[in-house]
T-cell receptor, first 113, second 115 residues
């Protein structure tokens, strides 16, 4: 069953602008991850945030987690053409189910030159 | 060096045929996976193996049979291919089986088209 759901499904912004994508999930989690998929390629891990963390940074990426709202956001600052890709959130399947992660359907991000 | 490599990258075959997709990882990871991504980009786990032992088998038709000869390899054999099997299949690996707590490394995918 699907756990995470990204919003929006698609997003187009000008190069240099910030891009924000959201992920909502249904059941309690231990961790949440974000992955990027370039067209025709495999997924690349971006960041993992634990349920006891509220915010995490990695370069131009900022991830927040609000467990009370069961939601997370991924912010990409100063976007570049190379950021054009699909972005997926992935959550573990809930308490005592860390052995697998469930992906959402992704947000397709398009950076306009 | 490619960390997780899968072959072939493209596979076009007729209904009813049997085909295999191979996957190898050189990361020394204990756990490997097969995922299926459908035309709507929805990514779903099929199988996972930890040290050659099957640990996850998600309601996949028994026409799909994974085989792990050693922990660096996880192959996927599909019998009697159907049109609905058309998708992109991704192999992945991770350092340990608790995938919710660790990073997964993905191969580039095999685009399977059944005609």
């Amino acid at each position: 069953s699907q756990q995470g759901e990204e919003d929006p499904q698609a997003l187009s912004i000008q190069e240099g602008e910030n891009a924000t994508m959201n992920c909502s999930y249904k059941t309690s989690i231990n961790n949440l991850q974000w992955y990027r998929q370039n067209s025709g390629r495999g997924l690349v891990h971006l960041i993992l945030i634990r349920s006891n963390e509220r915010e995490k940074h990695s370069g131009r990426l900022r991830v927040t987690l609000d467990t009370s709202k069961k939601s997370s956001s991924l912010l990409i600052t100063a976007s570049r053409a190379a950021d054009t890709a699909s972005y997926f959130c992935a959550t573990d399947a809930g308490w005592n189910r860390d052995d697998k992660i469930i992906f959402g359907k992704g947000t397709r991000l398009h950076i306009l030159p | 060096d490619t960390a997780v490599s899968q072959t072939p990258k493209y596979l076009v075959t007729q209904m009813g045929n049997d085909k295999s997709i191979k996957c190898e990882q050189n990361l020394g990871h204990d756990t490997m996976y097969w995922y299926k991504q459908d035309s709507k980009k929805f990514l779903k786990i099929m199988f996972s193996y930890n040290n050659k032992e099957l640990i996850i088998n998600e309601t996949v038709p028994n026409r799909f049979s994974p085989k792990s000869p050693d922990k660096a390899h996880l192959n996927l054999h599909i019998n009697s291919l159907e049109l609905g099997d058309s998708a992109v299949y991704f192999c992945a690996s991770s350092p340990r089986a608790l995938l919710g707590d660790t990073e997964a490394f993905f191969g580039q995918g095999t685009r399977l088209t059944v005609v």
